[in-house]
């Protein structure tokens, strides 16, 4: 039989482990997988007939403790030449939590 106090050690340990690891690096958006994430998401459509560029800019997080950027739409166009917008998806990186990526990818002309 496992002592006491040696239990309410595991159970504590194990929950700080499932906090510590469980909130690293996520953003809000989309579905997430624990150990690799790689999707793309639809975000708007605008008035353009179609696109010939693309801009992006990028927000990249480390740990869940730095985050550094800009994944402002304005950016992208302006990354990309754009002034009429046909597309706007966010594609969104992480490994285990640890590296994140949130890109937002404008299509247009």
Not at 49 to 59: D, K, P
Request: hydrophobic share 45%; aromatic share 10%.
């Amino acid at each position: 039989m496992v002592p006491r106090k040696t239990s309410l050690a595991i159970v504590f340990i194990a929950l700080l482990l499932l906090l510590a690891v469980g909130g690293c690096g996520f953003v809000a958006d989309g579905p997430y997988g624990w150990g690799l994430t790689n999707t793309k998401l639809p975000v708007a459509k605008g008035p353009a007939s179609g696109g010939l560029r693309t801009g992006e800019a990028c927000i990249f997080a480390f740990m869940g403790m730095l985050a550094i950027g800009d994944a402002g739409i304005e950016t992208a166009m302006r990354n990309g030449g754009i002034k009429d917008v046909y597309t706007i998806d966010a594609h969104v990186q992480s490994f285990f939590g640890t590296y994140t990526r949130y890109c937002t990818v404008v299509i247009g002309n």
